[in-house]
């Protein structure tokens, strides 16, 4: 059974940094692109970074870009989401989704994943 598991959230102060894991386990091979997309209280899920299957093509929302980076190991089918120069609009909690899509255009759209983590919290506060 496939399974989508993500980690690395905790508490860290302004301009810190945390690093996210999304490990999937249940198949051996992982042909599907991946995308962390995050939700705050009161507010709808937002689409934070894309990366297709081979790792070869990324995306970022504006809010992030130049502050985090998504990258992934296929050997331990793991995806990445290094997270710098944090912010306290990041706090959310974080997931972590899959999809077949391996066009990008329409990938901060959350109907395009079939499979989600149940997410991890990340908290940006002094």
């Known amino acids: 059974q496939l399974q989508l598991v993500e980690s690395g959230g905790g508490l860290v102060q302004p301009g810190g940094s945390l690093q996210l894991s999304c490990a999937a386990s249940g198949f051996t091979l992982d042909y599907y692109s991946r995308g962390w997309f995050r939700q705050a209280p009161g507010k709808g899920r937002e689409g934070v970074s894309w990366?297709?299957?081979?790792?070869?093509?990324?995306n970022y929302a504006d809010s992030v870009k130049g502050r985090f980076t998504i990258s992934r190991d296929n050997a331990k089918n793991t995806v990445y989401l290094q997270m710098n120069s944090l912010k306290p609009e990041d706090t959310a909690v974080y997931y972590c989704?899959?999809?077949?899509?391996?066009?990008?255009?329409?990938?901060?759209?959350?109907?395009?994943?079939?499979?989600w983590g149940q997410g991890t919290q990340v908290t940006v506060s002094s």
């Open positions: 989704a899959r999809s077949r899509v391996h066009d990008g255009r329409l990938w901060q759209w959350p109907g395009l994943y079939g499979d």
């Open positions: 990366i297709s299957s081979s790792g070869g093509n990324t």
